[in-house]
């Protein structure tokens, strides 16, 4: 089966740019989770849904938004950039976003110049 | 705020010796557990996860809970130089935001052949 999947892996924005990631989670998992990780750090949790509806969201400003399809699949979308924003972006797929372990994609490496 | 707290390393140890990563964590209602590997320029990888106290072991890894004093750690047996990589907890909030995990910074653990 495959696992997480996060598409683009690279992608290079300048200041004041929008940015749209995409994250397909494990096939039966209803829940997406995405995090932002910079370096050094671990990740920091921006937003989970479940079943198509917004469970959390973490300390990140309004400029970050994401939804999620009928087909569990995901998007996150970031508005105005800042050199700040760049960071490895991190999807984790779990069942139903219950205490079970979270599994996490390949990542996307934003770059803000 | 609930922190998860680890020693950033970096941890030198031997081929063939027991590595031990630690983590402790301030949510004291906090139920489940979790031990992800990252590799330098890869994605978390879930190695463990815990939710009882006392022992649990896969392999090679034994994942060590204790509720009381809020405190996790992991054991790496035999280590190999493949285990080389930055070592994350997480923990996941108890209560109101129980949708999220929490990492610590990550231990840098090094094998040495």
């Known amino acids: 089966d495959a696992g997480v999947t996060q598409s683009p892996t690279h992608l290079i924005k300048t200041r004041g740019q929008h940015v749209t990631l995409r994250c397909s989670p494990i096939?039966?998992?209803?829940?997406v989770s995405w995090y932002q990780q910079v370096l050094g750090q671990g990740p920091q949790f921006i937003f989970q849904?479940?079943?198509?509806?917004?469970?959390g969201r973490g300390n990140f400003p309004d400029r970050f938004s994401a939804r999620q399809f009928p087909n569990y699949s995901s998007e996150l979308n970031v508005n105005a950039l800042l050199l700040g924003d760049s960071a490895l972006y991190l999807c984790a797929s779990s069942l139903d976003g219950g205490p079970g372990a979270q599994y996490f994609g390949p990542g996307t490496r934003l770059l803000v110049l | 705020q609930k922190e998860v707290e680890q020693n950033s390393g970096p941890l030198s140890v031997p081929e063939g010796a027991i590595a031990s990563l630690n983590c402790t964590y301030s949510?004291?209602?906090?139920?489940?557990f979790f031990w992800y590997r990252q590799y330098s320029g890869k994605s978390p990888e879930l190695i463990m996860s815990?939710?009882?106290?006392g022992d649990k072991e896969d392999g090679r890894f034994t994942a060590q809970l204790n509720k009381a004093s809020q405190y996790v750690s992991l054991l790496i047996r035999d280590s190999q130089p493949s285990d080389s990589a930055t070592y994350l907890c997480?923990?996941?909030?108890?209560?109101?935001?129980?949708?999220?995990?929490?990492f610590g910074k990550g231990t840098l653990l090094t094998v040495n052949p």
């Open positions: 096939s039966g998992h209803k829940s």
């Open positions: 849904y479940y079943e198509k509806e917004e469970r």
């Open positions: 949510d004291r209602g906090s139920q489940s």
């Open positions: 997480a923990v996941r909030n108890s209560g109101g935001s129980n949708y999220k995990l929490t």
């Open positions: 815990i939710y009882s106290n």
